[in-house]
């Protein structure tokens, strides 16, 4: 069973504060991905990899930057956060032959 | 890029009854679509796929259908239970490997007992 861990389950920063959102999977998926979850807008990818040291910008990249120095973790940083980015973060992995994601349980990151 | 709608954004169905989400995207090269399932408080699980050749896919009570030239494509469940309510998000990727999915909005589905 493929099991994609982040470290968090709730996080409270402050505003300013550089905040790091780590993700591992255990099963080889050389794809991993970081979306944000927020009511009414569903998921919307912030950045994701296809190998390691490799990254590539989605739709909603600003104020965010990722780090993928192996291949089993993928981690996402909030350079300096705002309230803004108050949301639910759900990163996932995936093989590159395909056949969808897998997700993480999330991070609810709340900034105060 | 990308951009893929979903309706209704909540569903409220009696138990037994189906149930029907429709999802529209906007990329013609789009070719890989896949549902996932959401429960209170648990992450996002696909629970069926479809590619593009081909128009329809069933699993047990869950069915997908696809239509490329209307690009629209929408999940069914039939005999509807208690367990099935959850949100629903629909998503599109052009490439099916390697795939950068663009998920719609999501559809809250309440089942009534």
């Known amino acids: 069973d493929v099991k994609v861990t982040q470290s968090s389950r709730y996080l409270v920063k402050r505003t300013g504060e550089k905040v790091f959102l780590e993700c591992v999977q255990d099963m080889d998926h050389e794809n991993m991905f970081w979306y944000r979850q927020d009511p009414g807008l569903g998921l919307r990818l912030i950045y994701f990899?296809?190998?390691?040291?490799?990254?590539e910008k989605g739709d909603i990249p600003e104020g965010y930057s990722v780090s993928r120095e192996k291949k089993e973790r993928f981690s996402l940083i909030l350079e300096s956060a705002s309230t803004n980015q108050t949301s639910m973060y759900l990163c996932a992995s995936s093989l590159k032959t395909g056949r969808g994601y897998t997700f993480g349980s999330g991070t609810r990151l709340t900034v105060v | 890029g990308e951009n893929v709608e979903q309706h209704p954004s909540t569903l409220s169905v009696q138990e037994g009854d189906s149930a029907v989400i429709k999802c529209t995207y906007s990329?013609?090269?789009?070719?890989?679509f896949p549902w996932y399932k959401q429960e209170l408080g648990k992450r996002p699980q696909l629970i069926i796929d479809i590619r593009s050749n081909v128009g329809e896919k069933k699993d047990q009570r869950i069915a997908v259908t696809l239509n490329k030239t209307a690009k629209h494509f929408s999940l069914h469940i039939t005999e509807t239970q208690p367990e099935d309510s959850a949100v629903y998000f629909c998503a599109a990727s052009i490439t099916f490997g390697n795939e950068k999915l663009t998920f719609g909005t999501g559809t809250r589905l309440t089942i009534i007992p």
């Open positions: 990899s296809y190998d390691v040291k490799m990254k």
């Open positions: 990329d013609s090269a789009s070719n890989y």
